[in-house]
């Protein structure tokens, strides 16, 4: 009797597992909605760079709810300045890439190798040119970002640093469009992003190479919390939005990178003020955010904790962000 209860018990269980709501069985993974590029302002994400990243942004899709409008990437000089398989893969999502070139192996941030007079020079022209080949063979639209935070101290191509000075700076910028231009890439969106003021970062405008040469202005900025200061949004950005301002009155503007740490106040309190009020209030120009998604220096992921995530999934879901 024992053991037909038991062949009893474990039939019914069977069945009612055979008949049992799908969902009920096996929890779907959270669905992303997809880039809305004709929202009023766009979100674009950094990844750390690994075998898995295009499932690491599936992965972040479904985490924030949306599929960032933006993917960012990054190359340096050992490897070839662009990927177009990479790039084919963002494109697939329906994001647009954009790819941050750092005229550097990654070596030594003074390798004298890679002085701005050495770019000018022509020295690495065959580089750029396969790189130019490249994203006129990948068509579609892109932002390049070239020798980015060129006011700061922390890589060959910045302020000082091999004797490069802002007019190195511009003819270099220069030279390098000068070689997409002639191999027919017109459909690069040149982004040109200095470092906000503050630190060892000094004024960025002398670097400015010109309005006929930069599609986007755009900074990079970062609230460091108990690891320096917490700022507010308005107080990492403020002052350099309107300095950038006023290089060109009418070019969209971009936050390049950006991220919040959690140390020393109140990350997700940051995030909903950052999208929701003080963009729109005090940077309007401001189209696209890039959220440096890395745990690097600190914690600067989105999901550094629940109320972060959550915070930035309600601004990732709103019709105001695509």
Same mark, same amino acid.
């Given at each position: 009797m024992r053991r037909a209860a038991a062949a009893a018990l474990l039939g019914f269980v069977l069945l009612a597992m055979l008949t049992a709501p799908a969902f009920a069985r096996r929890r779907p993974a959270p669905s992303a909605l997809a880039p809305n590029p004709s929202a009023p302002r766009l979100l674009g994400v950094t990844l750390p760079w690994s075998a898995t990243w295009l499932s690491d942004i599936d992965a972040f899709s479904s985490r924030v709810g949306r599929v960032p409008s933006v993917i960012s990437t990054y190359r340096d000089m050992q490897y070839s300045m662009l990927n177009t398989s990479q790039l084919d893969a963002v494109a697939a999502k329906r994001s647009v890439p954009l790819v941050t070139v750092e005229p550097w192996d990654s070596s030594s941030t003074t390798d004298p190798r890679y002085a701005l007079k050495n770019i000018v020079r022509g020295d690495f022209d065959a580089? +750029?040119?396969?790189? =130019?080949?490249? =994203?006129? %063979? +990948? !068509?579609?639209p892109f932002y390049l970002r070239f020798a980015p935070e060129m006011n700061g101290r922390w890589a060959p191509w910045e302020a000082g640093i091999n004797g490069n000075t802002p007019q190195d700076y511009a003819q270099a910028w220069r030279h390098v469009h000068d070689i997409f231009a002639g191999h027919g890439a017109s459909n690069v969106k040149w982004v040109w992003s200095p470092n /906000? +003021? !503050?630190? %060892?970062? /000094?004024d960025f405008t002398p670097y400015y190479p010109g309005s006929d040469v930069v599609d986007v202005l755009a900074l990079d900025g970062y609230n460091w919390g108990s690891l320096d200061v917490w700022q507010t949004y308005t107080q990492v950005f403020g002052s350099s939005y309107d300095k950038l301002c006023q290089l060109d009155t009418s070019l969209p503007v971009m936050i390049a990178e950006t991220a919040s740490t959690e140390l020393g106040g109140d990350k997700a309190a940051w995030i909903t003020s950052m999208f929701t009020r003080e963009i729109p209030a005090r940077t309007p120009r401001v189209k696209i955010v890039v959220w440096f998604d890395q745990n690097k220096e600190t914690d600067w992921r989105v999901e550094s904790s629940t109320p972060s995530l959550n915070a930035y999934r309600a601004v990732a879901t709103s019709a105001a962000w695509g």
């Open positions: 580089w +750029f040119a396969a790189g =130019a080949d490249a =994203a006129r %063979s +990948f !068509g579609k /906000v +003021f !503050g630190g %060892s970062a /000094v």
